[in-house]
């Protein structure tokens, strides 16, 4: 664990600053090593603390606001609907629910949808569904996930999570999980088997460090999930609606898995997750096996309907393929000036410079150069920017970058 103590000094903080700082200190249980900045509010691709100095968002509250902040259309609609229904329970209907179902299912080339509050919920959920479509078999319950992977922090979740430093605290975990070796088709066919009820995968790797499976690789284990008759789950809460410039990461391979997860810009900031599944697996779950109390409420539900509309009117999968070519394009162009920077991933805008040095130290440069970023998997800098950027937003994102790295001395390595 790196904290603020051992970093380079962050500006200094007003009276009002340190009061919210200490507050957090004293009384939230501490599990967020935050960096030193109080967002008051932002627009569009921008955050203000709360002096009023601006930021440019490249992480978009790690990749959940694809429409940037105070989008008219969201605000509109959450006002309309907080003034009808907030919130109903499960136990009744409500017009939104099935109209989102029908949606995502359509959009994912699937059946049926649950919905949920967070990209973990609906991994737990899917997990489920796989061990009951699986439950006629003897010990068919172990799932296989890749190393490197992230797929959240519940303990179903973190069971398939194939990182030692989220996992090792907590176990023992729920049994019966294997780590495959990325893009590494034979370890995946040393792993699957008979017992196996769910193969569980990201298209791209976010948390870990944006690394992109081959589209060989995820037919592959489609074929080899047919065989085992084990249900293949793609888990797109990052890389999906929209982020690589397509629905969903994984449609450029062509195949097709039995769920796919997803979550995080789905209501625009609202917390929301889905379970998409196709048929007979997304029947596997039956009246009373699973359910929610908050989850697919019509506030939450009808403001996702309002950002699958503004992505398709809006035209924005073509936006983000276009603004995404421009700025891997400058990221290249970054690479050939700076010698430290090893490797540019990713696609559409999912992007990350993988660096000889930790990334940490210069996120937080970056940050007092008025530009959000983050630093995962040690050397990585990780770029999430809405959905809705400009290019000469990315152009002056990426100034601030170009002069960071030309003054920047990485501390001795120890
Ligand atoms: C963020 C994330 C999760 C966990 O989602 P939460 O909403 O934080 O629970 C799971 N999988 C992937 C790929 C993610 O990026």
Same mark, same amino acid.
């Given at each position: 664990?790196?904290?603020?103590?051992?970093?380079?000094?962050?500006?200094?903080?007003?009276?009002?600053?340190?009061?919210?700082?200490?507050?957090?200190?004293?009384?939230?249980?501490?599990?967020?090593?935050?960096?030193? +900045?109080?967002?008051?509010?932002?627009?569009?691709?921008?955050?203000?603390?709360?002096?009023?100095?601006?930021?440019?968002?490249?992480?978009?509250?790690?990749?959940?606001?694809?429409?940037?902040?105070?989008?008219?259309?969201?605000?509109? &609609?959450?006002?309309?609907?907080?003034?009808?229904?907030?919130?109903?329970?499960?136990?009744?209907?409500?017009?939104?629910?099935?109209?989102?179902?029908?949606?995502?299912?359509?959009?994912?080339?699937?059946?049926?949808?649950?919905?949920?509050?967070?990209?973990?919920?609906?991994?737990?959920?899917?997990?489920? $569904?796989?061990?009951?479509?699986?439950?006629?078999?003897?010990?068919?319950?172990? &799932?296989?996930?890749?190393?490197?992977?992230?797929?959240?922090?519940?303990?179903?979740?973190?069971?398939?999570?194939?990182?030692?430093?989220?996992?090792?605290?907590?176990?023992?975990?729920?049994?019966?999980?294997?780590?495959?070796?990325?893009?590494? +088709?034979?370890?995946?066919?040393?792993?699957?088997?008979?017992?196996?009820?769910?193969?569980?995968?990201?298209? $791209?790797?976010?948390?870990?460090?944006?690394?992109?499976?081959?589209?060989?690789?995820?037919?592959?284990?489609?074929?080899?999930?047919?065989?085992?008759?084990? &249900?293949?789950?793609?888990?797109? $809460?990052?890389?999906?609606?929209?982020?690589?410039?397509?629905? /969903?990461? /994984?449609?450029?391979?062509?195949?097709?898995?039995?769920?796919?997860?997803?979550?995080?810009?789905?209501?625009?900031?609202?917390?929301?997750?889905?379970?998409?599944?196709?048929?007979?697996?997304?029947?596997?779950?039956?009246?009373?096996?699973?359910?929610?109390?908050?989850?697919?409420?019509?506030?939450?539900?009808?403001?996702?309907?309002?950002?699958?509309?503004?992505?398709?009117?809006?035209? +924005?999968?073509?936006? &983000?393929?276009?603004?995404?070519?421009?700025?891997?394009?400058?990221?290249?162009?970054?690479?050939?000036?700076?010698?430290?920077?090893?490797?540019?991933?990713?696609?559409?805008?999912?992007?990350?410079?993988?660096?000889?040095?930790?990334?940490?130290? +210069?996120?937080?440069?970056?940050?007092?150069?008025?530009?959000? $970023?983050?630093?995962?998997?040690?050397?990585?800098?990780? /770029?999430?920017?809405?959905?809705?950027?400009?290019?000469?937003?990315?152009?002056?994102?990426?100034?601030?970058?170009?002069?960071?790295?030309?003054?920047?001395?990485?501390?001795?390595?120890?």
């Amino acid at each position: 664990m790196v904290y603020f103590c051992c970093m380079a000094a962050p500006t200094s903080f007003t009276a009002r600053e340190v009061e919210i700082q200490e507050l957090e200190n004293n009384y939230l249980i501490p599990t967020y090593a935050r960096y030193p +900045l109080v967002i008051d509010h932002g627009r569009g691709c921008w955050v203000y603390d709360l002096e009023g100095r601006r930021y440019l968002d490249f992480l978009s509250g790690l990749g959940v606001n694809a429409l940037g902040h105070a989008h008219p259309r969201i605000v509109k &609609v959450i006002r309309e609907q907080a003034a009808r229904a907030i919130h109903v329970s499960n136990l009744y209907y409500h017009p939104y629910q099935g109209r989102l179902a029908h949606r995502l299912s359509r959009l994912a080339d699937m059946d049926r949808a649950f919905l949920c509050n967070s990209g973990t919920e609906a991994i737990e959920g899917a997990l489920k $569904i796989a061990r009951l479509y699986s439950q006629e078999a003897k010990d068919k319950f172990h &799932v296989v996930a890749l190393e490197n992977s992230f797929h959240g922090r519940t303990l179903g979740a973190l069971s398939a999570t194939g990182q030692a430093k989220y996992r090792t605290p907590f176990e023992p975990l729920v049994p019966g999980a294997a780590f495959a070796r990325f893009n590494d +088709l034979e370890d995946l066919r040393a792993k699957v088997n008979e017992q196996t009820s769910a193969i569980l995968l990201e298209a $791209i790797q976010g948390e870990g460090g944006i690394f992109e499976l081959d589209a060989d690789y995820l037919r592959a284990a489609e074929e080899l999930a047919r065989r085992c008759n084990a &249900v293949l789950i793609f888990d797109e $809460i990052q890389c999906g609606l929209g982020r690589t410039g397509e629905y /969903f990461a /994984f449609q450029r391979s062509g195949v097709k898995p039995d769920i796919v997860v997803t979550s995080k810009p789905l209501a625009a900031g609202l917390p929301l997750g889905a379970i998409i599944a196709r048929e007979p697996v997304a029947s596997a779950l039956t009246a009373g096996m699973h359910g929610t109390t908050f989850g697919g409420g019509p506030l939450a539900c009808r403001v996702a309907l309002e950002f699958l509309d503004i992505l398709e009117q809006e035209h +924005l999968l073509e936006h &983000v393929q276009r603004v995404g070519a421009h700025m891997r394009a400058c990221l290249e162009d970054l690479k050939d000036h700076f010698h430290f920077i090893k490797t540019i991933r990713g696609r559409g805008l999912m992007l990350a410079l993988d660096l000889e040095f930790p990334s940490r130290p +210069l996120m937080l440069e970056a940050l007092h150069a008025g530009l959000l $970023i983050n630093s995962t998997h040690d050397t990585v800098l990780r /770029f999430l920017p809405p959905f809705i950027i400009r290019e000469e937003e990315v152009d002056r994102g990426i100034r601030i970058l170009r002069k960071l790295f030309a003054s920047y001395k990485p501390a001795p390595q120890v």
